[in-house]
């Protein structure tokens, strides 16, 4: 026998979650998840799971009849997306400008799809010229994916412009809306985007660890077109649109993750009574706060002010600072958790978050009275 480990309960702190997400969940949020249990295929909660997904929709803005919550994080959106839509010899368009753009390559790959990269320097958005020109090199292409808020650098793409330069070459977009939903402007069927997947810990302030996805009619053509099965039987949409298509018949997929999912239904019911446009405003005048306030404690922006995410804020660490010691002291005296540098920013960066329950004025004056402290 191995000899049974004795623990006390795990009692965490109450943290101010300003990185890269998870972010701030809403109080709601909480006592939400903390709700009986019931069995994920009891009338009451499939009369929930009808809810949700008219608030996906919503948050997404979209009449896309296959809109779900996928039971894992963003990364499984991310796969969900690809694994059903790209098949072995598919040519995909990929934008990359830091971590996500390079995850999409990965995943293009790994579904035996052929990759055409547009590069753009880390900080940048993706060029649309630069991936004008690829559309025209690669007629053969069948999707254009990028990131529309990389969470990485703080740099925002023109989503909508991009999505039109898609169309033009006959191309499906498969787009990563994982820090955007809730924070910036996002119109899925006005901007004709096709595929599209986010996370529940960014702007919607929701627990970590759900995925919510939207395929548009297209999409779901070109996945019930498919010549071989999809790889994952996890992900299979054909398989998940059973147990979400709200005709009354659901059937066992999957057990849902109940709890979270309540969760995810009071996040995004916050965020329809606050409305989309009122949640985008709100990060905006709370980046303009947090920006002069940064601004003035000499700290400098990676990303040009035209293109950058209110949401997620990197500034350089100033020269002779210990990027690990600063950020242990902001944890251990103030409670406060701003986000290390990620990739090629590694090290010379840190992200400061703003994203949903986050993006409020104490938030702001506890970071920056906390930074003016422990940089002085
Ligand atoms: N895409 C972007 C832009 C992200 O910021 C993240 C996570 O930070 C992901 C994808 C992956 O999401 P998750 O960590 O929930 O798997």
Redo the contacts with the bound molecule.
Sequence with gaps: MIAAPKFPPFNPPRRILMG??PSDVYPEVLAAQSKPTVGHLDPLFVGMMDELKALIQYAFQTENEVTVAVS???????ETCFVNLVEPGDKVVVCRN???GE?MRQNVERCGGEVAMVDNEWGEPVDLAEVEVALHANPDAKFLAF?H????TGALSDAKGLCALARAHNCLTIV?A??SLGGVELRVDEWGIDAI?S????CLSCV??L?PVSFSPAAVEKIKARKTPVQSWFLDQTLVMGYWNGDGKRSYHHTAPVNALYALHESLRLLANEGLENAWARHSEMHELLKAGLEKLGLEFVVEEASRLPQLNAVYIPNGVDDGAVRKQLLEQYNLEIGAGLGALAGKAWRIGLMGFGARRENIALCLRALEDVLN
């Design positions: 890269p997400g894992a994080p963003g990364s499984a959106g991310m830091g971590v996500f995850r990131v808020a990389e969470t990485s990563d994982v820090t997947y996370g529940s810990q960014k970590p660890g995925s």
